[in-house]
């Protein structure tokens, strides 16, 4: 039998094992590279650098350098490195699910999803308004709560955002409302677990910033034709909550407006997007889909 007898098949093809051995094939486009360019993951990288270098030097500036500090400033600038990564990666990890989301759902359904964050972060809030009511801690679990409330409600800041920016005359107003949220909420998160600051005055700059977030927010609800309930609690209860924690705190009593005037709006305004229609929420143009 010769060799080229042997390779042969009894129907005169070539058999399949023959080549078993070595695939020679090339390589199908797509991978992990394709995803990491579908996914715009370098452009996100470079975005969340400037965001956790911008949030960083905002939050050291605030409450390290303008109300100077009587530790090694090496312990600050190493809290500064950890919010700074964290903020990076946060950040980073933010833009390419919004990203990988807006590729796979819906606008609708971005919106009913995220609005489950407004949801969590208005029951957190709710709770820890509670106990202090009862006669807690703004430290230990109550701290927790209330510093992992504001991160959650970033979600619902999302859901709110993308509900109405199509939708709304002034699409830069909705924009700018969503993406001062973000220090707004992170320093409130760092504020309320900082020893002697949480439950102090200062506690009220970064609520400061969050309500004028969720006030720009409700100003484009507004432009775009909403119903009065959302911006009235968007902007109205937040404020109305800040107002009463200026004239109160340190006393339990501000820590409740605040917990209060952030929790109930967003747990209503959660619940209530939770049932958004498809034609409640423009579609995804071609030129906003380049953009994300």
Do not use: N
Not at 4 to 24: C, L, T
């Amino acid at each position: 039998m010769t060799d080229d007898e042997a390779g042969a098949s009894p129907g005169g093809g070539v058999e399949v094992g023959a080549s078993a051995g070595s695939d020679d094939r090339p390589e199908r486009p797509g991978g992990k590279a394709a995803l990491v360019e579908a996914l715009h993951v370098r452009a996100k990288a470079r975005r969340g650098l400037v965001i956790g270098l911008v949030v960083t030097v905002a939050i050291f500036g605030f409450f390290v350098v303008i109300p100077g500090v009587d530790r090694s400033p090496l312990y600050y600038a190493a809290l500064a490195f950890v919010l700074f990564l964290t903020t990076w990666m946060l950040a980073v990890a933010t833009l390419v699910g919004r990203r990988a989301l807006h590729l796979t759902a819906t606008p609708a359904g971005i919106v009913r999803w995220s609005a489950r964050g407004g949801v969590l972060a208005g029951v957190l809030w709710l709770l820890a308004a509670a106990d202090l009511a009862l006669g807690g801690s703004p430290t230990g679990l109550t701290g927790v709560l209330l510093s992992t409330a504001p991160l959650i409600a970033l979600f619902g800041v999302w859901a709110v955002h993308t509900r109405y920016k199509r939708a709304t005359r002034v699409r830069p107003l909705a924009t700018a409302g969503a993406w001062l949220a973000i220090p707004g909420a992170l320093g409130l998160a760092v504020t309320v677990l900082a020893p002697d600051i949480g439950t102090g005055p200062l506690v009220l700059l970064p609520a400061s910033l969050l309500v004028v977030a969720q006030g720009l927010q409700a100003v484009t609800a507004v432009l775009a034709d909403a119903r009065w309930q959302v911006p009235v609690l968007l902007g109205g209860g937040s404020a109305a909550g800040l107002g009463v924690a200026a004239l109160t705190l340190p006393a339990t009593t501000g820590h409740v407006a605040l917990a209060v005037g952030f929790g109930l709006p967003w747990l209503l305004i959660g619940v209530w997007f939770r049932g958004v229609r498809e034609e409640d929420v423009p579609a995804t143009s071609e030129s906003d889909l380049a953009t994300l």
